[in-house]
């Protein structure tokens, strides 16, 4: 199996950025269609985007579309996701996930997933 650690997270004002990594460990990363999620205090965790295993292929959710970017080094087994013109309503904890498998698209719930890190922490201050 992969283990996952994300890093990245911190304190960033409205419109900053900010760049999150995941690497994986264990076995190479590269066996994984990989996805960030995220969950907010009091909500449930919400699909943020998914990564082809070669990543030719990305998918994101409706409220990061145009923002957030997902791509991953293979060579340094990490999937990393560019967060750009971040907004209050983007704090959350940032959680990295992988599946076994080649398939990506429309993998956007959490049963999709078997693998999961521990989480980051992002807050958007106003």
């Known amino acids: 199996q992969v283990l996952l650690a994300e890093s990245g997270g911190g304190l960033v004002q409205a419109g900053g950025s900010l760049r999150l990594s995941c690497v994986g460990s264990?076995?190479?990363?590269?066996?994984?269609?990989t996805g960030w999620f995220r969950q907010a205090p009091g909500k449930e965790r919400e699909f943020v985007a998914v990564v082809s295993r070669s990543g030719d292929n990305t998918m994101y959710g409706d409220s990061v579309k145009g923002r957030f970017t997902i791509s991953r080094d293979n060579a340094m087994n990490t999937v990393y996701l560019q967060m750009n013109s971040l907004k209050p309503e983007d704090t959350a904890v940032y959680y990295c996930?992988?599946?076994?498998?080649?398939?990506?698209?429309?993998?956007?719930?959490?049963?999709?997933?078997?693998?999961w890190g521990q989480g980051t922490q992002v807050t958007v201050s106003s």
């Open positions: 264990g076995r190479t990363l590269s066996d994984y269609v």
């Open positions: 996930a992988a599946r076994e498998g080649d398939s990506w698209y429309w993998r956007v719930t959490m049963v999709d997933y078997e693998y």
